[in-house]
Antibody, heavy 120, light 112 residues
Framework: QVQLVESGGDLVKPGGSLRLSCAAS????????MSWIRQAPGKGLEWLSY???????NYADSVKGRFTISRDNAENSLYLQMNSLRAEDTAVYYC??????????????WGQGTMVTVSS | QSVLTQPPSVSGAPGQRVTISCTGS?????????VHWYQQLPGTAPKLLIY???NRPSGVPDRFSGSKSGTSASLAITGLQAEDEADYYC????????????FGGGTKLTVL
């Protein structure tokens, strides 16, 4: 079945780095745009970044210059490299598949999330 | 604050109808970009509930419906059930932001 599984979440000190992974299965990964979204404890959803099927990338202002999204189509995997982490980056991080539409993509498949805690 | 405004909470008794609004602006909903809705049950990942303003993915009951008009969109839930108690988020593309989609702040639905 179609599935996304995130991994890599951990406790990290402010200023540190972390790399999240998202393993895709059950669909042709290379055909899809993919996104990262996060949710701080008790808060709402925040879209962070997307990568197209041809690896064009885009970022929210809150993470631009600190986070890097990438993909390995041969490994059916999505990544998020997070540098210069701050306390406010503490959140559950979700990867999601985008369903392409002319007037704005929807996120039709989500992973279960991985927790990132930034604290000294 | 999000560029898409939702009420923090709504409530209704079993069997009733509730609506959740999502108010945007001329750079998102008003620019004719599609609105999508997500349901997040407690302790779980979000799930796509409505896409393209009013379309239901396979498996979503027809008790859930979406609509859009002008700079606002709405999610309606009829025949409210206990298992509908969840957080609901609207999402839309915004042409004024550097990124892609933006989410509303979320609405907590309580079934009385």
């Amino acid at each position: 079945q179609v599935q996304l599984v995130e991994s890599g979440g951990d406790l990290v000190k402010p200023g540190g780095s972390l790399r999240l992974s998202c393993a895709a299965s059950g669909f042709t990964f290379s055909d899809y745009y993919m996104s990262w979204i996060r949710q701080a404890p008790g808060k709402g959803l925040e879209w962070l970044s997307y990568i197209t099927d041809s690896s064009f990338t885009n970022y929210a202002d809150s993470v631009k210059g600190r986070f890097t999204i990438s993909r390995d189509n041969a490994e059916n995997s999505l990544y998020l490299q997070m540098n210069s982490l701050r306390a406010e980056d503490t959140a559950v991080y979700y990867c999601a598949r985008e369903v392409t539409a002319a007037r704005g993509n929807a996120l039709d498949v989500w992973g279960q999330g991985t927790m990132v805690t930034v604290s000294s | 604050q999000s560029v898409l405004t939702q009420p923090p909470s709504v409530s209704g008794a079993p069997g009733q109808r509730v609506t959740i609004s999502c108010t945007g602006s001329s750079s998102n909903i008003g620019a004719s970009y599609d609105v999508h809705w997500y349901q997040q049950l407690p302790g779980t990942a979000p799930k796509l509930l409505i896409y393209g303003n009013s379309n239901r993915p396979s498996g979503v009951p027809d008790r859930f419906s979406g609509s859009k008009s002008g700079t606002s969109a709405s999610l309606a839930i009829t025949g409210l059930q206990a298992e509908d108690e969840a957080d609901y988020y609207c999402q839309c593309y915004d042409s004024s932001l550097s990124g892609s989609g933006v989410f509303g702040g979320g609405t907590k639905l309580t079934v009385l």
